[in-house]
T-cell receptor, first 114, second 113 residues
Framework: EPEVTQTPSHQVTQMGQEVILRCVPI?????FYWYRQILGQKVEFLVSFYNNEISEKSEIFDDQFSVERPDGSNFTLKIRSTKLEDSAMYFCASSDSGGRFEQYFGPGTRLTVT | AQSVTQLGSHVSVSEGALVLLRCNYSSSVPPYLFWYVQYPNQGLQLLLK??????LVKGINGFEAEFKKSETSFHLTKPSAHMSDAAEYFCAVSDRGTNKLVFGAGTILRVKS
């Protein structure tokens, strides 16, 4: 069964450093998403991406964040200068269409900023 | 803004007992509704979804949910709990015209033997 994969599973970085979280969505999907879950809090939407551009983003997704689909298979989330409060589990998801179609989630990358 | 409320951060049931996990949404226009399950150290797995077809939706692993517009609810049930159902369950909604999911806080289900 096709699945979304994410690497690394755990990333530790120092405050102020740049990190790139990587995701390989399901191959025929067209919509891609990033969510995050700070420990003990709700899963929060960050951004959706379709047709090589951001289709929607949340207030959390400020200038420190960027997304890219550098090739036909990868989808990345970059945090330019990490802060302590960026520590969270980051989930990538993909869907073959928007709205009522289910989003398939990867296992997540746990980001720890020290 | 759309919000989702899951009553009970922790629910404990005995094996074989009814499972009832509650979810209420805030939108006046019925959204698309989803239940996801998360097992330890794994991603979110879709259990079932409501997208304006039948109001009683059947999902995987014997779970089902009923959409009640008058109560703005989408509660998740399973007639008989199994030990393997122990996990965290998330209700999520997606407003029509948007692709983002808004999640509830999650309910951790414990199944006692």
């Amino acid at each position: 069964e096709p699945e979304v994969t994410q690497t690394p599973s755990h990333q530790v970085t120092q405050m102020g450093q740049e990190v790139i979280l990587r995701c390989v969505p399901i191959s025929n999907h067209l919509y891609f998403y990033w969510y995050r879950q700070i420990l003990g809090q709700k899963v929060e939407f960050l951004v959706s991406f379709y047709n090589n551009e951001i289709s929607e983003k949340s207030e959390i997704f400020d200038d420190q964040f960027s997304v890219e689909r550098p090739d036909g298979s990868n989808f990345t989330l970059k945090i330019r200068s990490t802060k302590l409060e960026d520590s969270a589990m980051y989930f990538c998801a993909s869907s073959d269409s928007g709205g009522r179609f289910e989003q398939y989630f990867g296992p997540g990358t746990r980001l720890t900023v020290t | 803004a759309q919000s989702v409320t899951q009553l009970g951060s922790h629910v404990s049931v005995s094996e074989g007992a009814l499972v009832l996990l509650r979810c209420n949404y805030s939108s006046s226009v019925p959204p698309y509704l989803f239940w996801y399950v998360q097992y330890p150290n794994q991603g979110l797995q879709l259990l079932l979804k409501y997208t304006s077809a039948a109001t009683l939706v059947k999902g995987i692993n014997g779970f089902e949910a009923e959409f009640k517009k008058s109560e703005t609810s989408f509660h998740l049930t399973k007639p008989s709990a199994h030990m393997s159902d122990a996990a965290e369950y998330f209700c999520a909604v997606s407003d029509r015209g948007t692709n983002k999911l808004v999640f509830g806080a999650g309910t951790i289900l414990r199944v006692k033997s």
